[in-house]
């Protein structure tokens, strides 16, 4: 927490104020009771009415500066600590942006999800109740205390008894509960992760009649949770019995001790209710203060957990401008024996993969489930680095590019087609924001989405829900091809985006990225070799490793990886002599 504070630096007046405020109102609180001991002792008592009713005009006084301290802190402390979550939800935020893809794979999106909301709020709330009540709560206490001893020594030391048996019975239930409460909080989340869990795999649950299977599932776990949240609620259910016990009782010596001082003309009977009016704000401020103890280290768990999180550097370094003299080369990307794998430890993706791409080249990247066709175009746009050997583009290692200018030149369409909540065209702006209305439809034209467009009310300013949801598969896929080319980029890159068309519309896509003017390198990622055949040069990946570099007539003559592939996808062509020859060495 202490690392954390630095968001706080905006907000020291506040920080100050809030708790020097509450210690004002809490002062005011201490005065009541004296207050009201000089209107039973000397107004009533005396049966002066000027007096009763000046020191009820002076409670109502202190009722109304205290109040004012009060709402004063309750705002010095707000602002303070939404304005310190505020600062530390964007430094997070900022800094998740700069990890690479390296970190965010290790890291995990509900780990970051759940820092950035659920450890924030935790932490603002555990803030905003330590600016007002850490020092409010022991002023009190020990306020009250010496008032006490002001008051009648002999009569206040029941305080000196009651207040360390009640702090025992309290911050004992409390320690013994903050285990248990993350244990029922552990619990609660694999519930939770299994509801989750059930309700994304729904369809293949009931797929396989697994509903009941399921169901006990939930019962069992869900009667764990209630058992233990039965035995913390019990434990937790002591403390005010407990406490009430310890202060009735100190209540009954403090009332006969008080009466034998009053009968001895050593106290007056107004001295007595002050006595027992200190008596019960010390019991409500030790309860206060046991739950502002819980509350903060909740936050201080939080704080830690969000704390780790900053701590993680990305693994990835940027230049300030890219190198003096530029290379002069017609390469629009080069792998020079490049290998890599997603852990440091890990089976290599990629092994000493060698090859060069011309300008305006369309380069074809194919091969089985697993075979690294990804990782190589997320190495050309340095999503990863590469553990061994160099990615160049334009002649430059992709190390070498400052900070966002690599992707300046790049167009990507992942796998996962992913549109965002807002209209078609804010979405296809992300491309390029100054893009125009025509620019946007030509993209739409090219990636054979114009129909999909102006069959929406609005067209361009069409709404899209979150993720997409309210249009199909090949519809998201279009679009995201439409907002990469957009953006106009040398480097084009089609990561499988086109499993969701039919194989006309492919085809229709292909010949019309193809007759795009300029000198665009286009990447094809696919799993079919009719997306791939036209390519100028096509990559077949085995096993993280090139089974075969060339054209499709060079790679159906040389490249037994390709082959098979093509004649899985296309059976009807396989030459006959082949499955005779199989017969016959089956035979012999």
């Known amino acids: 927490m202490r690392d954390l504070l630095v968001y706080l630096r905006d907000y020291r007046r506040e920080s100050v104020l809030a708790p020097l405020l509450k210690l004002a109102e809490s002062l005011m609180d201490l005065l009541v009771p004296l207050v009201v001991a000089a209107i039973i002792d000397e107004g009533i008592a005396h049966a002066d009415q000027g007096l009763i009713w000046g020191r009820f005009a002076l409670l109502i006084g202190l009722a109304v500066l205290g109040m004012g301290f009060s709402f004063a802190a309750q705002w010095m402390a707000a602002k303070a600590s939404v304005g310190f979550a505020t600062k530390l939800r964007q430094a997070l935020f900022d800094h998740i942006q ?38 409010r709560s022991p002023f009190i206490v020990f306020g009250a205390m010496v008032c006490a001893f002001a008051i009648d020594v002999p009569s206040a030391l029941l305080f000196a008894v009651a207040i360390p048996l009640l702090s025992l019975v309290v911050f004992g239930i409390m320690l013994s509960s903050i285990p248990l409460f993350a244990q029922v909080q552990q619990a609660l989340d694999q519930l939770l992760g299994m509801t989750r869990e059930n309700l994304t795999g729904v369809r293949v649950i009931r797929a396989f009649c697994k509903e009941q299977a399921e169901i006990d599932e939930f019962d069992r776990r869900n009667d764990a949770l209630t058992h233990m949240n039965e035995h913390v609620g019990h434990l937790s ?86 190198p003096a003299t530029l290379p002069a080369t017609s390469e629009a990307v080069h792998f020079d024996h490049v290998s890599f794998s997603y852990s440091q430890t890990g089976d290599a993706a990629l092994t000493d993969i060698d090859f060069s791409a011309q300008r305006g ?84 034209a090219t990636a054979q989405a114009t129909e999909v467009v102006r069959g929406k009310d609005g067209q361009l300013d069409a709404s899209i829900e979150q993720g997409g949801r309210n249009l199909s598969g090949g519809q998201r896929q279009r679009l995201t091809i439409a907002r990469a080319l957009v953006k106009r980029p040398q480097i084009l890159i089609l990561d499988d985006s086109a499993s969701a068309l039919d194989f006309a519309t492919d085809l229709a896509l292909r010949r019309a990225i ?44 040389s490249c037994r990886v390709y082959q098979e592939i093509y004649y899985s996808q296309f059976p009807d062509e396989r030459p006959r002599t082949r499955d005779l020859a199989s017969v016959q060495g089956v035979i012999a």
């Open 237 to 322: 259910a002591l403390m005010n019995p407990a406490t009430y016990l310890i202060i009735n009782v100190a209540t009954i010596f403090l009332i006969r001790q008080g009466a034998l001082r009053v009968q001895a003309g050593a106290l007056q009977q107004g001295d007595v209710v002050a006595l027992y009016n200190y008596m019960a704000q010390i019991v409500v401020e030790l309860v206060k203060l046991a739950s502002l103890i819980i509350t903060i280290n909740r936050a201080l768990a939080c704080a830690r957990r969000v704390q780790d999180m900053l701590e993680v550097q990305p693994s990835m370094a940027y230049p300030q401008a890219l």
């Open 98 to 135: 700069s990890l690479s893809y390296r970190e965010l794979d290790t890291l995990g999106t509900d780990t970051l999800i759940t820092r950035m909301t659920s450890d924030i709020n935790q932490i603002q709330n555990g803030l905003n109740l330590a600016l007002r009540l850490l020092l």
């Open 514 to 557: 193809a007759s795009l003017p300029g000198t665009m390198t286009v990447f094809i990622v696919s799993q079919r070799t009719s997306s791939v055949r036209q390519a100028d040069q096509i990559l077949v990946l085995d096993d993280g490793r090139l089974a075969g570099v060339g054209t499709h007539d060079e790679l159906m003559g």
């Open 361 to 444: 080249q369309t380069i074809g990247i194919i091969g089985g489930t697993g075979s690294g066709k990804t990782s190589v175009v997320n190495l050309i746009a340095r999503f990863y680095d590469a553990t061994k050997g160099t990615v160049l583009v334009d002649g430059i290692d992709v190390r070498a590019y400052p900070e966002g200018a690599l992707i300046d030149k790049i167009g990507i369409v992942p796998q996962k087609a992913v549109l965002f909540e807002g209209s078609i065209r804010s979405n296809l702006l992300w491309g390029n924001p100054e893009a125009t209305d025509q620019d946007i439809w030509n993209a739409l």
